[in-house]
């Protein structure tokens, strides 16, 4: 505070809780608050400091709502984390984040970029990205972690139920993602439907056929019954044909597949027509 008032600003508690809010962001408070106050002479540093100063503020005396700087700095940790693939530390950080943004959701809000641009004061891409980049993250930490997994499958459901007016190739990856997440930690008849359900609407599209083959018949399976199962699967999914075979290397994967079968005594051939 000894500082702020160097500068020849006033520090005003009630004021600062009562009128933060419409502003957002900490540093926009700052910027049309305080800066005005601060002295001509004052340099670069001294303006930082200012900026900083409202950011530290706005996390003692109202955490609630967080600035967009709190959001920010969630979203940040969790990026950090993810490039070291450090996917569990990741994804705590980045269901924080969600957490504290959730609440400033309105239904209006129904696509990443008109809630990034209005709540976050970032471009439409990036809210856009980080659901896809958390869900990959969540995605492998759930088979690590079982009661982080719950929690992650409740949040892809909260982040699909929020976004409802994006793209289907937005949407159906992270509804794949969420049904691997329930399998892994127990959930597989609901994982399975949710799947059967994705292959349904969107037969033309190989990615649900792919998630729950690899789901029945992981690499390397020694299960007779769940290999000819997903071979069947994706010789259905072949048959389609689905649009983006090449994409998901469909025959690669077939082949693999009865690979897979021959090695443990099945009749590949056999599965075709299964």
């Known amino acids: 505070m000894a500082r702020l008032e160097q500068l020849g600003i006033r520090v005003d508690h009630d004021r600062f809780v009562a009128e933060t809010p419409r502003f957002g962001s900490a540093v926009r408070w700052a910027r049309e608050t305080w800066l005005p106050l601060a002295p001509a002479h004052a340099d670069v540093h001294a303006r930082d400091f200012v900026a900083l100063a409202a950011c530290e503020l706005w996390r003692r005396w109202r955490p609630e709502p967080p600035s967009q700087e709190s959001l920010h700095e969630l979203l940040l940790l969790g990026e950090d984390h993810a490039e070291r693939h450090e996917d569990i530390a990741a994804t705590e950080h980045w269901i924080r984040f969600w957490e504290s943004l959730r609440p400033l959701l309105t239904p209006e809000l129904r696509t990443t970029g008109a809630a990034g641009e209005l709540l976050l004061g ?18 492998y930490a759930a088979g690590q972690d079982a009661a982080l997994g719950r929690r992650v499958a409740e949040v892809q459901g909260e982040i699909l139920t929020q976004f409802s ?6 949407r159906l990856p992270l509804v794949c993602d969420r049904a ?9 008849t609901e994982a399975e439907r949710i799947l059967l359900e994705q ?3 969107h037969p033309t599209s190989a990615g649900a056929y792919v998630r729950l083959a690899e789901l029945w018949a992981p690499y390397e399976s020694k299960d007779r019954e769940a290999i000819t199962r997903s ?25 693999g597949l009865r690979a897979q079968l021959r090695a443990c005594g099945g009749d590949a051939r056999k599965a075709i027509t299964v």
């Open 231 to 255: 071979l069947a699967l994706l010789d259905q999914a072949a048959a389609r044909p689905v649009k983006d075979a090449a994409d998901w290397d469909l025959a690669l994967r077939i082949k």
């Open 165 to 170: 007016a994006e793209a289907d190739s937005w």
């Open 122 to 139: 970032v471009d439409a891409s990036v809210l856009f990205n980080w659901a896809s980049d958390f869900s990959m993250a969540a995605t």
């Open 199 to 201: 292959i349904e609407a």
């Open 180 to 188: 691997e997440v329930l399998y892994v930690t127990g959930e597989r």
